[in-house]
């Protein structure tokens, strides 16, 4: 082949791979695109390392160079794009725990020594019925029957430790 055909060769393989490298960017193929991408800009290359050793290594570095910012610019441009914003999160995420806990959403104030009673086995978790609230409860010791009458006994954070009566 004539050093025009292989640099008229290398010229189309580059294209090829700026086109399906921004395809790339803009459709999301699972890597696909961007494979053949790269395997058509080592073409490129290899088309330049026959027309002369010196033109090659200097594609070589080129595209050494030119492949690692071509993907930090596509890392900047993807989330701005239309399918970018609908892959990525668009507002920050409430990281407030969302409960239904009474004692949590201050609507009730447990205390050490206050009676209730085990609406439900605590085994040794459980519901009971503190003031009228029922409660998520942690047996102290072993496990306490339904109907059974608590006391608190600790109350750390959300954990309310419960004994017997």
């Given at each position: 082949?004539?050093?025009?055909?292989?640099?008229?060769?290398?010229?189309?393989?580059?294209?090829?791979?700026?086109?399906?490298?921004?395809?790339?960017?803009?459709?999301?193929?699972?890597?696909?695109?961007?494979?053949?991408?790269?395997?058509?800009?080592?073409?490129?290359?290899?088309?330049?390392?026959?027309?002369?050793?010196?033109?090659?290594?200097?594609?070589?570095?080129?595209?050494?160079?030119?492949?690692?910012?071509?993907?930090?610019?596509?890392?900047?441009?993807?989330?701005?794009?239309?399918?970018?914003?609908?892959?990525?999160?668009?507002?920050?995420?409430?990281?407030?725990?969302?409960?239904?806990?009474?004692?949590?959403?201050?609507e009730f104030e447990a205390?050490?020594?206050?009676?209730?009673?085990?609406?439900?086995?605590?085994?040794?978790?459980?519901?009971?019925?503190?003031?009228?609230?029922?409660?998520?409860?942690?047996?102290?010791?072993?496990?306490?029957?339904?109907?059974?009458?608590?006391?608190?006994?600790?109350?750390?954070?959300?954990?309310?430790?419960?004994?017997?009566?």
């Amino acid at each position: 082949m004539t050093d025009e055909a292989l640099m008229i060769w290398a010229t189309v393989f580059v294209l090829v791979s700026l086109a399906l490298f921004v395809i790339e960017v803009f459709i999301p193929s699972g890597g696909l695109l961007g494979v053949l991408s790269f395997v058509s800009l080592v073409a490129a290359v290899g088309c330049v390392y026959q027309i002369d050793a010196t033109a090659g290594a200097v594609a070589t570095v080129i595209a050494v160079v030119a492949v690692p910012l071509a993907f930090v610019l596509a890392l900047k441009v993807v989330p701005n794009t239309f399918i970018g914003k609908m892959l990525t999160l668009s507002s920050a995420q409430d990281t407030r725990m969302k409960t239904r806990d009474p004692v949590m959403d201050g609507e009730f104030e447990a205390k050490v020594g206050q009676i209730g009673v085990a609406v439900g086995e605590l085994r040794p978790v459980g519901t009971g019925e503190i003031d009228g609230k029922r409660l998520e409860c942690l047996a102290e010791t072993g496990l306490i029957d339904a109907g059974t009458k608590v006391s608190i006994v600790s109350i750390e954070g959300m954990e309310i430790k419960v004994r017997a009566v």
